[in-house]
C-alpha cells in the first residue's frame, strides 16, 4: 500500500457569535494525508494586547461537543468572557499524525469578544422551603446592558471537612463543595429548586445572561431545607385555616340566607334578567351562531371576572396528587418540571406541570391562568391536553400530559433525516388535524409553529401554547410592528403583519412554513434573513423553496398555503383531506421537486425570482459567502455551470455541513424551476 502521511492544516475557518455561543467552521484541509480517517482538534487561548503573550484558557469555557476528536467540522464555545481576545488554533489529524517529527499544521483565528456583560445579582431571598425543595427570588441586576434572556441558578450540599475546627482556616472548603454541582435555569429572577435532601444546608450561586454574555457568579447563600416536622407543621397550619374558613363560610351563608329570603321577589327578577344575558351572549359569542350540539370556544376575555373561566374549563387538583420530579425547562412565568400525577382510582400518569412564580401580581396570575382557560375547553387527540389546575395554594401550577420527545422543531434537529417521507406526512396530517378542529371550534392561534408542537414516543403531534395567542411580548422570533405589538415575522400571513388581520386564514400560512419547517428537519424559515427582508422578499413574491427531498405534491401544497390572498388558502379540511389520500397513496410522494422541470397546476403565476450575473452575487445572498474561494477553486465559475452541480458536487468541493448542503441546494433547485418557467414562455436564459 501507499504510504500516508499526516493532513495539512485546515482552511477557511470562520465565526459567528450568536448570543452566548461562539461557532467556530472550518473547511477540510486540501491534503488530508491519503487517509480516511480525519478527526479536528481545537485549543483555546487568552491573549493579551501582545500576541506573545497568550495562555491556556483552562476549564472556564465549553466546546460543544468536545474539543478533541471532532468528526465534524464545527464546534460551538461557550461560557467564554467578555471584552478577552481568545485565539483558537484548529488542527486537522489522522492516524499517523502522532507518528510524525514534524511540527503540527494547524490553522489560527482570533476573536474579540466586545461585549458588555451585565452586572451581578444582588441579594437573594428564601421565599418558602420543604422537605426536598426551597423557593428562591431575587432582583433583577441594575445594569443588564441587554435584555435579559435567562438565569443560571448553581446549587451545591454544604459540607463539612472531617477534620479538627482549629485546622479549617488552612483549608478552601468551597474548593471541596464545588466538586460536584447541579444547575438550573429561569427565565424570571425566582426560581423552584427541587430533588433536595430535607433539613439540609446548600450553597446557592446566580449569574445573569443577556445577548452580550454571562455576567460573573453572585456571592453565595445558604438556604437549608424544611424536615418532616416542618412540613407537619404546615399541613395543620393549612387544616386551621380551612377550618376556620368553613366556620367564617358558614356564618356568612346563614345572613345570605336570611338577606335572600327577605329580597326573594326582587333578586329572582335579577336572575331571571342574568340567565336571559348569558344565553344570549352565549349564542352569539365570537360573531358566530351557536347551534344546539356544536361547540365553539369562549375567549376568556368576556367573562367579566377571568378567573371564573378558569373553574367553568378547568378542574381544580389536588396539590398532594402531584409530584415534582425535575425542572425541564423554563416558561414565560415561571419553571417548566416533569412530574406524577395520581388520578383517583387509576395508577400514576407522566404530567408536565407549569408553575407560577413567587411574587406575581394578579394580571401575572390572571394571564398565565388564561392558557388553561383555553385548553380546558379543547378535546382532540393533536391538541396538547389539560389535566387540570392549582390555584388555591402555592405554587399555582398548571398540569398537561406529558409529551416524550418535547418541540417538534429540536426533535426534528436531533433525528436529522431519519425518519420517511410518510412519517413525515403522518406527523402533518396530525398537526393538521389539530388545526381543523380548532377552525371549526372559532378559534384562531396565532403562533402556530413547530416550536408549539409536542411530540410524543408515537410520533403523534399536539398543537400547544395556547396562551401566546395574545400579543407575544416575550417571544425571540417575534419583532414590533407598526401597531406596538410584536408576532413572529418568518410565520406569520402578510396581513396579520401589516394590518393584524389575524384569522384560519393566516394560520392556514402559519401551516404552510410548519410544513417546510418538518420536511427540511427544523430549518430556521428564511435562513439568516433579517425580518425586515423576509417582509419585502414576501410583498415582492418570493416563497421558500422546496427542502431538499421534498415531493412535489408537498410543496404544492405549501406554496396554496402561501397565497398572497387569504381567500385563495385552502381550508384546513381541504388539507387533511390532501394529506389523507397522500398516505393512501404513497406513491404520489415518490416525485421529487428536483425530479420535474415545471410543478403541475401551479398556483398562479411563479413570482418574480432574482437571477445572478456572479456566483459570488449567488452566494452572497443565501448566505453562503464563505464558500466563494470553494466553487471557484473547483472551476465552478459561471452560474451556468453551478446550475449543473449535483449533491455530490457540492459535497466534493468541501461543503461538509448538512445545513449548508440544503440550503444551497435548494436555491438552485428554485432557480433552475424559474429558468424553466421563463424558457417555457419562449423566453431564453
Not at 485546515?10 to 473547511?27: D, G, K
Amino acid at each position: 500500500m501507499a504510504c500516508t502521511r499526516p493532513p495539512s492544516a485546515p482552511r477557511n475557518v470562520i465565526f459567528n457569535i450568536n448570543e452566548t455561543a461562539l461557532l467556530l467552521e472550518w473547511s477540510p484541509p486540501s491534503d488530508t494525508g491519503g487517509r480516511k480517517d480525519l478527526t479536528y482538534s481545537v485549543i483555546c487561548k487568552k491573549c493579551g494586547s501582545d500576541a506573545s503573550q497568550c495562555e491556556i484558557c483552562g476549564g472556564g469555557i465549553r466546546f460543544v461537543p468536545r474539543h478533541t476528536g471532532l468528526i465534524n467540522s464545527s464546534v460551538t464555545v461557550l461560557d467564554f468572557v467578555s471584552h478577552v481576545n481568545y485565539t483558537f488554533e484548529i488542527e486537522a489529524m489522522n492516524g499517523v499524525s502522532e507518528l510524525s517529527f514534524s511540527p503540527k499544521q494547524f490553522t489560527a483565528i482570533t476573536v474579540t469578544t466586545d461585549q458588555d456583560a451585565p452586572s451581578l445579582i444582588g441579594m437573594v431571598r428564601k421565599d418558602w422551603a420543604s422537605q426536598n425543595s426551597i423557593a428562591l427570588s431575587w432582583q433583577e441586576p441594575d445594569f443588564p446592558n441587554g435584555a435579559i434572556l435567562d438565569y443560571e441558578i448553581k446549587y451545591y450540599e454544604k459540607v463539612y471537612p472531617r477534620i479538627a475546627p482549629a485546622f479549617w482556616h488552612y483549608l478552601r472548603v468551597e474548593e471541596h463543595e464545588q466538586l460536584s454541582y447541579s444547575s438550573t435555569r429561569s427565565k424570571a429572577p425566582s426560581v423552584i429548586v427541587t430533588g433536595l435532601k430535607p433539613a439540609t444546608k446548600y450553597i446557592f450561586h446566580i449569574r445573569v445572561r443577556t445577548a452580550t454574555g454571562y455576567s460573573g457568579y453572585s456571592q453565595k447563600f445558604e438556604f437549608e431545607t424544611g424536615d418532616e416536622t416542618s412540613d407537619i407543621a404546615a399541613e395543620q397550619g393549612q387544616i386551621l385555616v380551612i377550618a376556620t374558613a368553613a366556620v367564617g363560610g358558614f356564618t356568612l351563608l346563614v345572613i345570605l340566607t336570611l338577606f335572600f329570603l327577605i329580597t326573594g321577589r326582587c333578586q329572582w327578577y335579577i336572575k331571571a334578567k342574568m340567565k336571559s344575558e348569558e344565553k344570549r351572549r352565549a349564542h352569539l359569542q365570537n360573531g358566530h351562531l351557536r347551534f344546539p350540539g356544536t361547540k365553539t370556544y369562549i375567549d376568556p376575555d368576556t367573562y367579566e371576572d377571568p378567573s371564573l373561566a378558569v373553574h367553568e374549563f378547568a378542574k381544580e387538583i389536588d396539590p398532594s396528587r402531584i409530584r415534582i420530579e425535575r425542572v425541564i425547562g423554563a416558561g414565560e412565568f415561571g419553571e417548566v418540571c416533569s412530574g406524577r400525577l395520581k388520578t383517583p382510582g387509576k395508577r400514576e400518569i407522566p404530567v408536565a406541570i407549569k408553575t407560577l412564580k413567587g411574587g406575581y401580581v394578579d394580571r401575572q396570575r390572571r394571564d398565565f391562568l388564561r392558557e388553561a382557560s383555553i385548553m380546558g375547553q379543547f378535546d382532540h387527540p393533536n391538541i396538547i391536553r389539560l389535566e387540570g389546575v392549582v390555584t388555591k395554594s402555592r405554587p399555582v401550577m398548571i398540569v398537561v400530559e406529558y409529551m416524550e420527545n418535547g418541540s417538534l422543531d429540536s426533535f426534528l434537529r436531533k433525528h436529522d433525516g431519519h425518519f420517511t417521507v410518510i412519517q413525515l406526512v403522518g406527523m402533518l396530517r396530525g398537526i393538521a388535524s389539530g388545526m381543523k378542529y380548532l377552525s371549526d371550534m372559532g378559534y384562531v392561534h396565532r403562533d402556530l409553529a413547530a416550536r408549539n408542537i409536542l411530540v410524543n414516543s408515537n410520533l403523534m403531534c399536539k398543537v400547544s401554547d395556547f396562551g401566546l395567542s395574545r400579543v407575544l411580548e416575550d417571544d425571540p422570533e417575534a419583532a414590533y410592528t407598526t401597531s406596538g405589538g410584536k408576532i413572529p415575522i418568518r410565520w406569520t400571513a402578510p396581513e396579520a403583519i401589516a394590518y393584524r388581520k389575524f384569522s384560519s386564514a393566516s394560520d392556514t400560512w402559519s401551516y404552510g412554513i410548519v410544513m417546510w419547517e418538518v420536511m427540511s428537519y427544523g430549518e430556521r424559515p428564511y435562513w439568516e434573513m433579517s425580518n425586515q427582508d423576509v417582509i419585502l422578499s414576501i410583498e415582492e413574491g418570493y416563497r421558500l423553496p422546496a427542502p431538499m427531498g421534498c415531493p412535489a405534491s408537498l410543496h404544492q401544497l405549501m406554496l396554496h398555503c402561501w397565497q398572497k390572498e387569504r381567500n385563495h388558502r385552502p381550508k384546513f379540511t381541504d388539507i387533511v383531506s390532501f394529506l389523507d389520500k397522500l398516505i393512501r397513496n404513497p406513491s404520489s410522494l415518490h416525485t421529487l421537486v428536483e425530479d420535474i422541470l415545471v410543478m403541475p397546476d401551479s398556483p398562479g403565476e411563479v413570482p418574480e425570482y432574482p437571477f445572478f450575473v456572479s456566483v459570488s452575487d449567488w452566494l452572497d445572498s443565501i448566505k453562503m459567502g464563505q464558500y466563494k474561494t470553494n466553487f471557484m477553486a473547483a472551476g465552478y465559475t459561471t452560474m451556468d455551470l453551478v446550475l449543473r452541480m449535483s449533491i455530490d458536487d457540492i459535497r466534493r468541493i468541501g461543503v461538509v455541513l448538512i445545513g449548508h448542503q440544503r440550503r444551497i441546494v435548494s436555491s438552485l433547485q428554485t432557480l433552475r424551476l424559474h429558468m424553466m418557467h421563463i424558457q417555457e414562455k419562449g423566453f431564453h436564459v
